[in-house]
């Protein structure tokens, strides 16, 4: 089926161990996002991709690193997970940045202890 | 820069009666502007957008938003409330990026 997959969708780890998020989307979209939503923070975006091997850093990327290799991946990883990164990551992409809506994935809820 | 304001956290209204959602946004441009809603365990859905066209802008699920460059808002609205409406809603302006609102909970009372 055609959409926007992330994958866990839950995911417990414990502080100071690697964890990616992965997310794959079946449209060839051109941007992809990642965010995270805290509550009374709305979603800020940690970082985004125009284009395969073209990435950039959003409003939060401290502690997050992403790749971007093929069109249809964009993989989020917490080198070093701490217990601030507790929230939920939601996956995004749209063939044109301005002017058409983002499609979300259903989001990963991470925990870290 | 750009910026959206949600002005309110929590709206609560009865099933039948109106709804109204205020955002007010500020952008060096003219940007487009969006309204998302999530429901609980999911991600985001649109419900409508205005990219400089109609002011009035339809969305689905009888929800409308009007761009008020004076303003500088963009409130959703709809006539009456339904059960299923009852979900998180987000404010969104795009322009050399996008910035999203801190999100407006709509409880809907039966």
């Known amino acids: 089926d055609a959409g926007i997959t992330q994958s866990p969708r839950y995911k417990i780890t414990e502080t100071g161990r690697q964890v990616t998020l992965m997310c794959h989307q079946t449209?060839?979209?051109?941007?992809m996002f990642w965010y995270r939503q805290d509550l009374g923070h709305g979603l800020r975006l940690i970082y985004y991709s125009a284009a395969a091997d073209i990435t950039d850093k959003g409003e939060v990327p401290d502690g997050y690193v992403v790749s971007r290799s093929k069109t249809e991946n964009f993989p989020l990883t917490l080198e070093s997970a701490t217990r601030s990164q507790t929230s939920v990551y939601f996956c995004?992409?749209?063939?044109?940045?301005?002017?058409?809506?983002?499609?979300f994935g259903n989001g990963t809820r991470l925990t870290v202890t | 820069a750009q910026s959206v304001t949600q002005l309110d956290s929590h709206v609560s209204v009865s099933e039948g009666t109106p709804v109204l959602l205020r955002c007010n946004y500020s952008s060096s441009y003219s940007p487009s502007l969006f309204w998302y809603v999530q429901h609980p365990n999911k991600g985001l859905q649109l419900l409508l957008k205005?990219?400089?066209?109609?002011?009035l802008v339809k969305g689905i699920n009888g929800f409308e938003a009007e761009f008020k460059k004076s303003e500088t808002s963009f409130h959703l609205t709809k006539p009456s409330a339904h059960m299923s409406d009852a979900a998180e809603y987000f404010c969104?302006?795009?322009?050399?990026?996008?910035?999203f609102g801190a999100g407006t909970r709509l409880t809907v009372k039966p």
């Open positions: 449209w060839s979209h051109s941007y």
């Open positions: 969104v302006v795009s322009n050399n990026d996008m910035r």
């Open positions: 995004a992409s749209t063939p044109d940045f301005h002017n058409s809506p983002l499609h």
């Open positions: 205005y990219t400089s066209a109609a002011t």
